[in-house]
């Protein structure tokens, strides 16, 4: 109910009151005709809706800026024509509005309207709400369309190249199950499937079996990159810490394009993936909500990198950079084929150089891609 509403209902029962007190009929008249307007306006909104909304949300994972797209399915099932209706979607802290038109008996329609996504998150969608009012503005309803659904606004993803691996860490080093399957590492025997080369059956196992078995070989030289992401935010300004994610999910998805193993770890302990994940959905996905935390240490993640198994490459990815940080990445030059810092310093300090760590210091995320794609790939053209 209204304010309207409200003063029109007291403003009913005042009158009888006053008509049948003084005995006024013309006050109960007026009395009764404005409860009987109430009365009807009250029914023609919670009378049930002849409008139908179905919504649906592509894609449901987008990069920051990117569109995405809600589609309304609206139809009249009722007997009379629905005139033109708002419908409203929440989406986060705000709301989205757009018209539906008018339709007739039995008339079906869509619209079409996008969703901001200038911010990077993880945001709640929530069903479409109609509201319904009478002529006189006594009441409104609204009435829920769908379910709640949610989007990821990831962060941009720029161009980064992937690191040359320079070297084979593990000739016949370890392997696994998710291991891709080649070269001449052997890692067990399996069932013949349809399409396996046939040089590969093993013919003893077989005789012995009764049943074709093949050699599964796997390739151990396949690159391992661990990604660490600074989250104290006295190393950021709020511009910072947003193009950092930027980075860090570029790098990500960039060392994860061939398949290859990727972990992300944060400063405040969290890790994602390892050394058999290869899908770097998860990553991005983290890092997609991810916000500045005073927990933990850029020097105590570094500490726990120590007790790892190494790999082919650390990224390490902050704001200001410590030098009180360095000693702790330089000590891991024995575990990690290469190493890179990228800090995200507006004001872009020169910094000492440190054996066997590439340091680059940007203003923002495309500065830093230009700079790594420069030098840690020199002998590569850039158009």
């Given at each position: 109910m209204t304010r309207?509403?409200?003063?029109?209902?007291l403003g009913g029962m005042?009158?009888?009151v006053l008509g049948l007190t003084l005995h006024w009929p013309a006050f109960d008249l007026i009395g009764i005709a404005l409860l009987l307007l109430v009365v009807i306006a009250l029914a023609n909104v919670v009378r049930p809706s002849a409008l139908a909304i179905e919504r649906a949300i592509q894609p449901p994972r987008v990069p920051k800026g990117s569109p995405a797209i809600a589609v309304l399915h609206f139809a009249n099932r009722g007997r009379r024509t629905i005139g033109v209706t708002i419908a409203n979607q929440p989406f986060g802290d705000g709301v989205v509005r757009t018209v539906i038109p008018r339709m007739r008996r039995g008339e079906r329609g869509m619209r079409t309207y996008r969703l901001p996504t200038r911010r990077r998150g993880i945001f709640e969608v929530g069903p479409v709400e109609v509201t319904r009012r009478d002529a006189f503005e006594l009441f409104r309803l609204s009435r829920k369309h769908g379910q709640p659904d949610r989007i990821w606004v990831y962060p941009r993803i720029l161009p980064f190249r992937a690191l040359p691996t320079g070297q084979i860490r593990h000739l016949e080093g370890p392997s696994s199950d998710t291991s891709p399957q080649g070269t001449i590492t052997f890692h067990r025997l399996r069932d013949y499937v349809v399409g396996d080369d046939l040089r590969l059956v093993h013919w003893r196992s077989s005789a012995r079996t009764g049943k074709l078995v093949v050699k599964h070989n796997v390739d151990t030289s396949q690159p391992y990159t661990v990604v660490l992401f600074d989250q104290r935010p006295d190393r950021y300004t709020e511009a910072a810490f947003e193009e950092a994610v930027d980075v860090a999910a570029s790098v990500i998805v960039s060392a994860g394009g061939n398949k290859a193993p990727v972990e992300l770890r944060l400063s405040e302990g969290t890790v994602v993936g390892g050394p058999r994940i290869r899908d770097v959905t998860a990553h991005v996905d983290h890092l997609t909500g991810v916000e500045p935390n005073p927990d933990g240490s850029l020097q105590a993640a570094l500490?726990?990198?120590?007790?790892?198994?190494?790999?082919?490459a650390l990224i390490v990815v902050t704001g200001v950079l410590d030098t009180a940080d360095m000693p702790y990445v330089t000590a891991l030059r024995r575990r990690y084929d290469r190493i890179v810092v990228v800090s995200l310093d507006p004001d872009r300090p020169q910094h000492a150089t440190y054996r066997g760590v590439r340091v680059i210091v940007a203003a923002d995320a495309d500065e830093a891609c230009e700079a790594w794609n420069l030098h840690l790939h020199p002998g590569m053209v850039l158009l």
């Open positions: 309207m509403g409200l003063a029109a209902l005042a009158a009888i500490l726990r990198l120590r007790r790892s198994r190494g790999g082919t």
